[in-house]
């Protein structure tokens, strides 16, 4: 199952840079149905909203990071180059998924909504956590470096192990815990306009993981509960329909060795967030309130 | 072999409301998903949930409504229990900590959408689905139910009786993607399909790119039958250059339509004189292609949607998620300037057919949500109606597999004795597998259930294990070719014919033609090949898998279509531009019959608890 792999390195990369060239030479080796698929990519190229879509000749020059952990050859980790014709609006997911369709099919890396609301494709691009899909390839230097998230094991190409990020966000009492219910089942909590503005940036995260591998104490404590985790914490705390007893419950468990104080407020979270969510900010609070909490005998 | 009583088969809206339920019933559940659950496609559902809960409204006129928008192809029984328990379900969601947006008085706000004669759809900002996801998802941590994430479920274990009828589903066979093992699972009580929609039929659509209709395809083979999959729903405000949803939410608040001469056309041109903007999405979408294609398009390809108007507090208030999409997708700031949109795929309306309480012809195989087809949306679903729909129905899904009664279901499923055969549909070209040798219909996911001779398998365990030697073989002819072709290469052909032929305007010459390039996809796949030899992560594999489901539903949706010589809905056709009540109040049911599709009608139940919808002319 697993042999054929020195040669087809060897032959995968030659035939990139070939098929790179031009767009002749890329059907070339195909078996089916080449003729309506460059006809078919002429017309999508068209049609992507008007502009000069495909510049003649030119493509954007991406480098990826592969590694496969079985199979001879790829054991080794490694750069592909991967070069993809320059089309408007071209996002670097696009960029990815274009290299896999057309000339590897290899390439192994999550995405799923296209739409940067489903967390899956965050990556290292050009030295930063980024989601692909939300990524214009244009705004970029290249040759465009794409990576799998650093400080996360490696599962294949640009695959991370997430066990250890889903892990920290369970460790925090992820829902809901009110103290009472309203009265009868049509009735809803009440939480006003103000509460709800307070928590609306919190509950946007999309659990793609970038803050947590930009953190410089994640990367070195294993036990710190992280960005996501602690503003997952933030989000029950702060709202009001929880009550007064719960959120000092749910300080106790931020104010622990491996809870909110390990934060140095670097800001890399903050940075790095693909929905703009205030991670840094959002810790701070949490500390304050911890230390409030702690002098309550005032 | 792992054993649960119930098996949930998806992580999104409706396979997590179904385990829940299950869980609440006593029942050992575990849901089996090829993502992780919050990376699931209902988390990029925008606008909200329809439910009844304000003075004013009620349930019934809540039913009314999505009759009406149904073009009178939804099953009362189907429709009035959506609209009767949508409310506890909705207000449900609020006790589980679901951030809805807020009125002063605290309580959860509620908006005008499409088609709706209250503005009864229940939001949370631009981005209800994701906070129902992510809620959702929360109370299955809380209940610690097991989650098998990033198992890809390749087939069903069923039974293999000759009559569809009398087969069984014991559990599914999955693919533990990180591994490549390849493992049986038993399902005691039943197996709940929740696998969403079947959007990567074509190229220019909102799915995610995981939407490939596995469920339903996996449910159609083993022999339950398909219901009304012609009725595609197009989305009138799409993004042109990757079909990014933009919420009716923007039409709701009051955001204007116009053609490049600046007309505000659904006015302008008569599409929707009392309703406008807000007509069903059928009829916005036909009205912008109209548009196009009488030359007041932009640049021959789309429309404006302007919502400046509103203010930047209220966009950001309610819309601010809009505002994102806008400028990551398409490079505008709506604040500034006018939204471009375009018609593009949204909602699959058909699905596995099913009853009230989930359940399918398959004792013990059940499907909920997007995949399922129950009916609530007929031809035309409302905006707000199908986030309603997963909670209603997963929910009732989840108890009766573990095992509540929720008394006898209205809806009849299968061959009963009012169906209605088909006779002669005129195709170009057989539908259905292509006849091979043994080996290759292993590759191909297809062999029939009794094929293989001998007794008929019935037992429990034997039936997974089968099931999972079966898929073993079948993976292994995909790896074991060293050349061939590329699943990339198909699905690009199946999905670009697709969007020329059964798309928002459809004639016979284009759906002949698509099932003329079905076919050709279809026996291609004969010589499909897995590149990638590795067992770690291979997408290269789980890709081939789902495009064969693609071809199955593809050619579902297209049958359904040329067959149906009315215009209903979502379904335009340019030969027949009348609704043909006295010929086609029924359901177009499609059945695999040992690799042959199986065209038969059942008829539409207008009949509700204590009224009778009758067909009206549909305006807005």
């Known amino acids: ?298 | 072999m792992h054993e649960h009583d119930v098996l949930v088969i998806g992580g999104g809206g409706a396979g997590l409301r179904a385990a829940i339920a299950a869980h609440e019933e006593g029942a050992d559940v575990a849901i089996v998903t090829k993502l992780h659950p919050v990376r699931s496609h209902t988390g990029a559902a925008e606008g909200g949930i329809n439910a009844a809960i304000r003075e004013g409204d009620d349930w019934e006129l809540h039913a009314y409504d999505t009759m009406k928008g149904s073009d009178y192809l939804g099953d009362a029984p189907a429709i009035e229990t959506l609209a009767q328990d949508s409310p506890e379900e909705t207000v449900q969601l609020e006790h589980w900590g679901m951030p809805f947006s807020r009125e002063d008085d605290g309580r959860v706000s509620q908006r005008p959408f499409g088609g709706l004669s209250f503005p009864r759809t229940t939001y949370a900002g631009a981005e209800t689905g994701h906070h129902l996801l992510h809620v959702m998802y929360e109370q299955v941590v809380k209940r610690g139910i097991q989650v098998y994430d990033e198992w890809y479920v390749s087939n069903l274990a069923v039974t293999d009786h000759d009559d569809a009828e009398d087969r069984e589903c014991h559990g599914v066979v999955a693919y533990d993607i990180k591994t490549g093992a390849v493992e049986g699972f038993k399902a005691r009580n039943g197996v709940i399909l929740a696998t969403g929609g079947t959007g990567q039929v074509y190229d220019h659509t909102t799915n995610a790119v995981a939407n490939t209709g596995d469920g339903a395809a996996m449910a159609y083979r083993a022999g339950v039958p398909l219901e009304d999959m012609e009725f595609v729903q197009f989305h009138p405000t799409t993004l042109p250059s990757t079909g990014v949803l933009i919420s009716e939410g923007v039409r709701g608040e009051g955001g204007i339509l116009y053609n490049s001469e600046g007309e505000r056309f659904m006015f302008e041109y008569g599409y929707a004189n009392n309703a406008g903007e807000l007509a069903s999405r059928d009829v916005v979408s036909r009205a912008e292609l109209t548009e196009v294609n009488a030359g007041r398009g932009v640049e021959d390809e789309y429309v404006y949607l302007d919502m400046r108007h509103l203010g930047e507090e209220r966009i950001t208030d309610r819309l601010e998620n809009i505002l994102h999409l806008a400028r990551d997708f398409e490079g505008v700031d709506a604040l500034e300037e006018p939204m471009p949109v375009k018609p593009g795929q949204h909602y699959e309306m058909g699905g596995i057919e099913t009853d009230e309480n989930g359940e399918t012809l398959i004792d013990g195989l059940y499907a909920a949500g997007e995949c399922a087809c129950v009916s609530v949306h007929g031809s035309n679903r409302l905006g707000g109606n199908a986030l309603p729909e997963l909670i209603v129905f997963g929910a009732r899904a989840g108890r009766h597999a573990a095992g509540a009664d929720l008394g006898e279901a209205e809806i009849t499923k299968g061959k009963t004795a009012e169906i209605e055969e088909e006779d002669g549909l005129d195709t170009p070209v057989e539908p259905g597998a292509v006849p091979s040798g043994d080996d290759e219909a292993v590759a191909d996911g297809s062999d029939d259930v009794a094929a293989d001779g001998g007794a008929a398998v019935v037992d429990p365990d034997e039936t997974v294990r089968r099931a999972v030697e079966r898929e073993r073989t079948r993976i292994e002819e995909l790896m074991q070719k060293d050349e061939g072709i590329k699943h990339s290469d198909l699905r690009a052909d199946l999905q670009q014919s697709m969007t020329e032929n059964v798309n928002v305007f459809r004639n016979e010459d284009g759906l002949k033609q698509a099932l003329e390039d079905i076919r050709e996809v279809r026996e291609a796949y004969q010589d499909v090949y897995v590149n990638d030899p590795s067992r770690t992560f291979n997408t290269d594999l789980i890709h081939t898998i789902e495009t064969r489901n693609l071809i199955d539903l593809a050619e579902a949706i297209t049958l359904g279509a040329l067959a149906r010589d009315e215009f209903r809905g979502a379904h335009w056709r340019q030969e027949h531009q009348e609704r043909k009540d006295d010929e086609w109040l029924k359901h177009t049911m499609l059945s695999w019959n040992d690799g042959t599709p199986e065209l038969w009608y059942k008829p539409v139940i207008l009949e509700g608890e204590d009224k009778t919808y009758e067909p009206k002319e549909r305006s807005y």
């Open chain 1, 1 to 298: 199952m697993s042999t054929q792999v020195p040669e087809e390195k060897e032959q995968s990369e030659t035939e990139q840079e070939v098929n790179a060239e031009t767009e002749a030479e890329i059907s070339e080796g195909a078996s089916y149905g080449d003729q309506r698929r460059d006809q078919r990519d002429a017309q999508r190229r068209q049609s992507v909203s008007g502009a000069p879509a495909d510049i003649e000749g030119e493509s954007f020059r991406l480098k990826v990071f592969r590694y496969d952990p079985e199979v001879e050859g790829k054991m080794e980790p490694r750069f592909d180059d991967f070069a993809v014709p320059k089309q408007k609006g071209m996002t670097v997911l696009d960029a990815l998924i274009y290299a896999r369709d057309r000339y590897d099919t290899t390439l192994t890396f999550r995405h799923s909504c296209r739409q940067a609301v489903c967390g899956s494709d965050a990556l290292f691009i050009n030295g930063r956590q980024r989601l692909g899909c939300q990524t214009q390839i244009s705004d970029l230097e290249e040759p465009v470096r794409v990576e799998p998230l650093p400080h996360q094991d490696v599962v294949k190409d640009l695959v991370v192990d997430m066990e250890h990020f889903y892990d920290q966000m369970h460790a925090v009492e992820p829902f809901f815990q009110p103290e009472e219910d309203p009265d009868g089942d049509l009735e809803e909590y009440r939480q006003t306009r103000e509460n709800r503005e307070k928590i609306k940036m919190s509950t946007r995260c999309i659990w793609c993981g970038a803050c947590m591998s930009s953190c410089n104490i994640a990367a070195g404590d294993n036990q710190y509960l992280g960005p996501a985790a602690i503003n997952k914490a933030y989000r029950f705390a702060m709202d009001e329909r929880e009550g007064e007893n719960m959120k000092e419950h749910r300080l106790n468990v931020m104010d622990q060795e491996h809870g909110v104080w390990r934060c140095q407020t670097q800001f890399s979270c903050t940075n790095v967030c693909p929905k703009d969510i205030p991670l840094t900010e959002h810790i701070q609070e949490l500390k304050r309130e911890a230390v409030k909490q702690n002098l309550k005998f005032w």
